[in-house]
């Protein structure tokens, strides 16, 4: 039994859609290959059976011999069983090209998630992602299935014309030109489907998107009145995405008719030339019985191809999409350090951050407060210290850009409240490094400088809970303190914190406060927050006003600052 995913996906081809599903195939060309062998030995075999029948008629009964009737009959049972067998054994296949293509194509998706990073949410919305990783990759493995089957139909079409071509040229002609004509008339909905199919995708991705955000901001919207708003927008986007699939669906009504129109207009034509030529002498009655069933047998392989055809032509549609997806690059793809691989800055006590935009500049080795008059600043400077945007910031004497970017993100991490728990057990959730094998309760003390003990005896099975859909069961303080103790127990030389307490009341973060400055004693830890509690914890706090560092100083010190003291006040007296 194959087992999916593969380890080692290979690289995609994203030149085109066609080039990426020809890759795609190529990566499963074994299993596609023994599709299109079984495909075509069962298709062939059920091709031969209306021979064998007719073969039967005219030697068995029309000549009243048991012995050939018997031999006849044995054949039928054989192909019948041949094509039992290997029919079988080619839906085996097609299933596994089919899920091999969906689970190597959300392989590159999912890795391709991971290497965008930060960069993700900013160039294309989670329905998107979500649209592509759900329902695009079972069209792509659905294209891929039916190729073996396509093959199998051409195999079956061209056995069948040589059989009638040697028996009787003349319905074998019609035979051969009616078959490309119901080709060609069928594929003439192709294009408008094609065209109706896209735009159907690209309104379920809105519909999709709009889904995820009002489901991940439904809290919000219950606290400012905005859900009969919102209600009222995805019902409008529903029904445009039902009247573009009403569209598809009579484009596929028609295809639908004309794959069982056509087919039986052939056979009605072979019939009654057949008919004719039995009273003429010119074919015996098992020979019109095999051309009867050739006729009526060229209708599965029709429908084969043009079945073929709409899933392929699915499959180019998600490949698009899949394809434009893979192509994005982060706004920062990085760069090697200057001085190879031990050439990065000295570790994070002898090393600290300026930022030449705003004049930031945060000293290695200690808890550094940022406030921001205006709160839109603060999350465009944690990106450029965590190098989540290009920048001029230097990480000790070098370049932030210049750094590898791998090296980077293992040493500096910015958790912001955008941060989001992954389904899955929680103690897996706190510890994604593993590090409590090697530092016995390093989730416990995390936890505990996060004060979210009580959220754990709050669950059921305490660290063992599982936590489901990314954490939504939780309450947003409750929430926030969880992902802090996550970034706790991670113990990154650098730890940017983006209002780490902005869910929680005021005794649950004066103990945090106090507990972050021990835990992250002679640590560099960068805190963008206007709490007057954390603040006070701070060792050093510079003011940011219109992006621009305009003070520094302790919050003592600070206070003296009519600025820096409205901004604070703010904060202590929301109204």
């Not at 073929?308 to 920062?332: E, I, N, Y």
């Not at 603060?378 to 450029?384: E, I, Y």
């Not at 590090?435 to 099975?461: K, Y």
Request: hydrophobic share 45%; proline share 5%.
């Amino acid at each position: 039994m194959r087992q999916f995913p593969d380890p080692d996906p290979g690289q995609p081809d994203l030149r085109s859609p066609g080039s990426y599903l020809t890759r795609l195939a190529g990566a499963n060309r074994v299993i596609v290959a023994l599709g299109v062998v079984y495909s075509t030995v069962s298709v062939v075999a059920n091709a031969l059976i209306p021979a064998a029948i007719g073969r039967a008629v005219d030697d068995g009964l029309t000549e009243r011999d048991q012995r050939a009737l018997l031999l006849w009959g044995g054949a039928v049972l054989a192909l019948g069983i041949l094509q039992a067998v290997t029919g079988i054994l080619h839906d085996r296949c097609a299933l596994t090209a089919s899920l091999g293509g969906s689970f190597r194509t959300l392989q590159f998706v999912t890795d391709h998630a991971t290497r965008l990073g930060a960069s993700l949410p900013r160039r294309v919305s989670a329905g998107e992602v979500m649209s592509v990783g759900v329902a695009d990759v079972g069209q792509i493995g659905n294209a891929l299935a039916f190729v073996s089957r396509a093959v199998g139909a051409v195999a079956a079409v061209v056995v069948v014309a040589a059989i009638m071509l040697v028996t009787s040229w003349q319905l074998g002609l019609v035979v051969l030109v009616g078959v490309p004509v119901m080709v060609v008339a069928t594929t003439l909905t192709l294009r408008p489907l094609h065209r109706r199919q896209v735009g159907l995708r690209a309104v379920q991705s809105e519909l999709t998107s709009s889904a995820v955000d009002i489901v991940g901001g439904l809290r919000v919207l219950r606290g400012i009145g905005g859900e009969q708003m919102f209600a009222d927008g995805y019902r409008s986007e529903s029904q445009r995405a039902r009247r573009a699939a009403v569209r598809v669906a009579r484009v596929e009504a028609v295809l639908d008719g004309a794959k069982v129109l056509l087919p039986g207009l052939l056979v009605t034509a072979v019939v009654w030339q057949g008919a004719r030529y039995v009273l003429d002498g010119r074919l015996t009655p098992g020979q019109l019985v095999a051309f009867y069933g050739y006729a009526t047998f060229l209708s599965i392989p029709l429908r084969r191809l043009t079945n073929a055809a709409g899933a392929v032509m699915k499959g180019v549609v998600a490949a698009r999409r899949v394809t434009t997806l893979l192509s994005l690059q982060p706004h920062d793809t990085g760069g090697a350090s200057p001085t190879g691989d031990s050439g990065a800055p000295p570790t994070a006590a002898g090393a600290g951050f300026h930022d030449p935009v705003s004049g930031l500049r945060i000293e290695p080795g200690r808890l550094t407060a940022v406030v921001c008059a205006f709160s839109d600043d603060a999350g465009p400077l944690a990106d450029r210290i965590g190098r989540y945007a290009d920048s001029d910031v230097t990480f000790g004497d070098v370049p932030l850009r210049q750094l590898d970017i791998d090296d980077v993100r293992r040493r500096i991490l910015v958790v912001d409240n955008a941060a989001h728990l992954f389904s899955g057990s929680l103690r897996v959730e706190l510890d994604p490094a593993g590090r409590a094998a090697r530092v016995p309760d390093v989730v416990h003390r995390a936890v505990g400088t996060a004060s979210a003990h009580d959220v754990l005896a709050g669950l059921p099975a305490g660290l063992d809970t599982v936590v489901a859909d990314a954490g939504r069961e939780l309450s947003g303080g409750q929430g926030q303190r969880l992902r802090l103790a996550r970034a706790l127990t991670v113990d990154p030389e650098v730890l940017v914190l983006v209002e780490p307490t902005s869910a929680v009341d005021a005794h649950t973060e004066s103990r945090i406060a106090a507990g972050l400055a021990a835990a992250r004693d002679r640590r560099t830890t960068v805190v963008f927050s206007t709490s007057p509690i954390l603040l006070d914890c701070a060792e050093h706090v510079v003011f940011v006003e219109a992006g621009k560092a305009v003070a520094e100083g302790t919050h003592a010190e600070l206070l003296a600052d009519d600025r820096y003291r409205a901004v604070v006040a703010r904060e202590e007296d929301p109204a």
